[in-house]
């Protein structure tokens, strides 16, 4: 389904009512020196990817329950993006996982993501599971196995998806392992390591000049005693030692509670090493929730880093941007348009912190001012300015209700039927 671009503009009253409240908040953001167009233009240029597995309903540990009109096929699931992006221009690329969405027809695919207005982002290996016919499972491990055939089997498989993201102009990979053990004395953690850094150094080797490896770590699951690349140290390690083109990945959802997330990033981008983010939301593990839908003030915390990062660290590169999400509740693409518009309203409150104000305060030891101007921005409703960058754009003021009053998923239900499964997980 291709949403018709005159479907939406938003009604005359919805605009009246946007522009009072637009430029409300605009005077009093200027006169605080604000500039307010070129935040607009900021939020604007902000383009997150959608994972190919995001587009269905996830499962539990306890089961999985279809979410009815779900995509079977890439082309779908590139469509339902493109459904995404119109509604909020903020959704222009797609990261694929290999092997679950291996296109059929190169050409056919690249030419459908250009209609939609889409890019390929970081595509995704995946060694966590045994494909039909393999030879070596993966069961005690991919990269880290003891077995050299298992190892040569998982870079051979690596490999290959870099040969696939390349067909589809891609320019980077994400490398997340599920390797880990889930009791004392499984493994021996010198030679995993080891393992594991060999093998992404012959990974590495396959790069072309302009692409990026993204290392992701992840403290547990599926095993619960160790995890290979259990965290952001380790991952960090092992980019260094690959060479410049590797980076480390933060996935929200992979520490332990209470981490302190915004530390973590702003170590990564003063060290040039942050090259990925995965954006979702958790209160136990890695629950990949709706974004915003739990922790918001840690996640301006962590977006304030962000932003302090991209402006004052030119050593770190521009970061791919995903959100990293399952649903099991939700329609998926309300879930997806919830979190595009969380990512947002974040991302316009950070750029609100007065970054020369909270210096000077910093300075001088004023640890109650500096709370101030992180709270000003904060609690600072940032919607209008969402809303204008959306205008700017051509997209609908509020998405979510434009796709309710469009019936996008009545749609796709008669176009898919009642009882379906989207490809992967
Ligand atoms: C598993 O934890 C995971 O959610 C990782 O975050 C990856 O990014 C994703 O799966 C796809 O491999
Ligand atoms: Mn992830
Ligand atoms: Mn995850």
Same mark, same amino acid.
């Given at each position: 389904?291709? +949403?018709?671009?005159?479907?939406?503009?938003?009604?005359?009253?919805?605009?009246?009512?946007?522009?009072?409240?637009?430029?409300?908040?605009?005077?009093?953001?200027?006169?605080?020196?604000?500039?307010?167009?070129?935040?607009?233009?900021?939020?604007?240029?902000?383009?997150?990817?959608?994972?190919?597995?995001?587009?269905?309903?996830?499962?539990?540990?306890?089961?999985?329950?279809?979410?009815?009109?779900?995509?079977?096929?890439?082309?779908?699931?590139?469509?339902?993006?493109?459904?995404?992006?119109?509604?909020?221009?903020?959704?222009?690329?797609?990261?694929?996982?290999?092997?679950?969405?291996?296109?059929?027809?190169?050409?056919?695919?690249?030419?459908?993501?250009?209609? @939609?207005?889409?890019?390929?982002?970081?595509?995704?290996?995946?060694?966590?599971?045994?494909?039909?016919?393999?030879?070596?499972?993966?069961?005690?491990?991919? &990269?880290?196995?003891?077995?050299?055939?298992?190892?040569?089997?998982?870079?051979?498989?690596?490999?290959?998806?870099?040969?696939?993201?390349?067909?589809?102009?891609?320019?980077?990979?994400?490398?997340?392992?599920?390797?880990?053990?889930?009791?004392?004395? =499984?493994?021996?953690?010198?030679?995993?390591?080891?393992?594991?850094?060999?093998?992404?150094?012959?990974?590495?080797?396959?790069?072309?000049?302009?692409?990026?490896?993204?290392?992701?770590?992840?403290?547990?699951?599926?095993?619960?005693?160790?995890?290979?690349?259990?965290?952001?140290?380790?991952?960090?390690?092992?980019?260094? =030692?690959?060479?410049?083109?590797?980076?480390? @990945?933060?996935?929200?959802?992979?520490?332990?509670?209470?981490?302190?997330?915004?530390?973590?990033?702003?170590?990564?981008?003063?060290?040039?090493? &942050?090259?990925?983010?995965?954006?979702?939301?958790? *209160?136990?593990?890695?629950?990949?929730?709706?974004?915003?839908?739990?922790?918001?003030?840690?996640?301006?915390?962590?977006?304030?880093?962000?932003?302090?990062?991209?402006?004052?660290?030119?050593?770190?590169?521009?970061?791919?941007?995903? +959100?990293?999400?399952?649903?099991?509740?939700?329609?998926?693409?309300?879930?997806?348009?919830?979190?595009?518009?969380?990512? =947002?309203?974040?991302?316009?409150?950070? &750029?609100?912190?007065?970054?020369?104000?909270?210096?000077?305060?910093?300075? $001088?030891?004023?640890?109650?001012?500096? =709370?101030?101007?992180?709270?000003?921005?904060?609690?600072?409703?940032?919607?209008?300015?969402?809303?204008?960058?959306?205008?700017? &754009?051509?997209?609908?003021?509020?998405?979510?209700?434009?796709?309710?009053?469009?019936?996008?998923? $009545?749609?796709?239900? *008669?176009?898919?039927?009642?009882?379906?499964?989207?490809?992967?997980?």
């Amino acid at each position: 389904m291709i +949403i018709n671009p005159n479907k939406l503009s938003s009604d005359s009253k919805q605009i009246a009512n946007h522009n009072e409240q637009f430029d409300h908040l605009a005077s009093r953001l200027s006169k605080q020196n604000i500039e307010v167009p070129s935040l607009v233009d900021k939020l604007a240029a902000f383009q997150v990817a959608i994972p190919s597995w995001a587009l269905g309903a996830g499962g539990t540990r306890f089961g999985r329950y279809s979410y009815f009109g779900e995509p079977a096929s890439l082309e779908q699931k590139l469509e339902d993006i493109g459904v995404l992006h119109s509604l909020t221009r903020s959704a222009g690329a797609v990261s694929l996982h290999i092997p679950w969405d291996i296109p059929t027809d190169y050409k056919a695919v690249k030419e459908l993501a250009f209609e @939609l207005d889409l890019r390929f982002d970081a595509v995704n290996s995946n060694t966590f599971q045994d494909s039909v016919g393999a030879k070596h499972s993966y069961k005690f491990g991919s &990269l880290s196995n003891t077995s050299i055939g298992a190892r040569q089997q998982a870079i051979a498989h690596n490999k290959e998806v870099i040969k696939i993201g390349e067909k589809l102009g891609s320019k980077s990979m994400t490398v997340w392992l599920a390797d880990g053990s889930s009791f004392p004395g =499984q493994h021996n953690f010198q030679t995993a390591l080891s393992n594991t850094q060999d093998s992404l150094k012959e990974i590495y080797k396959s790069l072309a000049d302009d692409w990026k490896l993204f290392i992701e770590y992840k403290p547990y699951e599926p095993y619960f005693y160790s995890t290979v690349i259990q965290d952001w140290g380790t991952s960090f390690m092992l980019a260094n =030692q690959c060479g410049e083109k590797a980076y480390t @990945l933060v996935d929200l959802g992979h520490h332990l509670p209470n981490t302190n997330i915004e530390q973590i990033v702003s170590t990564l981008m003063f060290k040039g090493k &942050l090259g990925g983010f995965h954006f979702n939301d958790s *209160k136990y593990g890695d629950d990949d929730i709706t974004v915003g839908s739990i922790k918001p003030y840690a996640l301006f915390l962590i977006f304030n880093e962000l932003v302090y990062g991209m402006a004052n660290n030119p050593q770190n590169p521009e970061l791919s941007w995903m +959100i990293d999400a399952s649903h099991n509740l939700k329609d998926p693409l309300e879930d997806l348009i919830q979190s595009l518009e969380a990512i =947002q309203i974040t991302y316009a409150k950070a &750029l609100l912190v007065d970054q020369d104000l909270l210096k000077q305060a910093q300075k $001088e030891h004023d640890v109650s001012l500096c =709370q101030e101007i992180l709270q000003e921005a904060y609690l600072t409703d940032v919607r209008p300015l969402v809303r204008q960058a959306r205008l700017k &754009l051509n997209a609908p003021l509020a998405p979510l209700q434009t796709y309710r009053n469009l019936g996008v998923r $009545e749609q796709l239900i *008669k176009e898919r039927g009642k009882n379906t499964v989207a490809t992967g997980l």
